[in-house]
Nanobody, 122 residues
Framework: QVQLVESGGGLVQAGGSLRLSCVVSERPITFYSMGWFRQAPGKEREFVGGVSRRGATDYSGSVKGRFSISRDNGRNTVLLQMNSLQPEDTAVYYC????????????????WGQGTQVFVSS
């Protein structure tokens, strides 16, 4: 069973940075297209960004230029670097893996992590 485990969340002041990690078990992360999502209280889960099997990345408009996704293949980990954080970035952040998609997708993921809380104070 594939498992995704996120870490790195916490409390940060506006303008600060955090780096989230997602460790994937069972298979190399290059086997999957990976996505990061977030869900704020009272809101629907939204796509933050993703990395395809080949390493291409894409981001939602609300985080483009502030967030970046990378892979550490040696540690089978996908990273979400978040800079210039704002209170509206407060949410539970989830990583997800698709074993069928070749490109970055916003739906249809097969596996999800348990989430890590990010809180940005003003």
């Amino acid at each position: 069973q594939v498992q995704l485990v996120e870490s790195g969340g916490g409390l940060v002041q506006a303008g600060g940075s955090l780096r989230l990690s997602c460790v994937v078990s069972e298979r190399p992360i290059t086997f999957y297209s990976m996505g990061w999502f977030r869900q704020a209280p009272g809101k629907e889960r939204e796509f933050v960004g993703g990395v395809s099997r080949r390493g291409a990345t894409d981001y939602s408009g609300s985080v483009k230029g502030r967030f970046s996704i990378s892979r550490d293949n040696g540690r089978n980990t996908v990273l979400l670097q978040m800079n210039s954080l704002q209170p509206e970035d407060t949410a539970v952040y989830y990583c997800a893996a698709s074993e069928t998609a070749d490109s970055i997708v916003t739906t249809g993921y097969d596996y999800w992590g348990q989430g890590t809380q990010v809180f940005v104070s003003s």
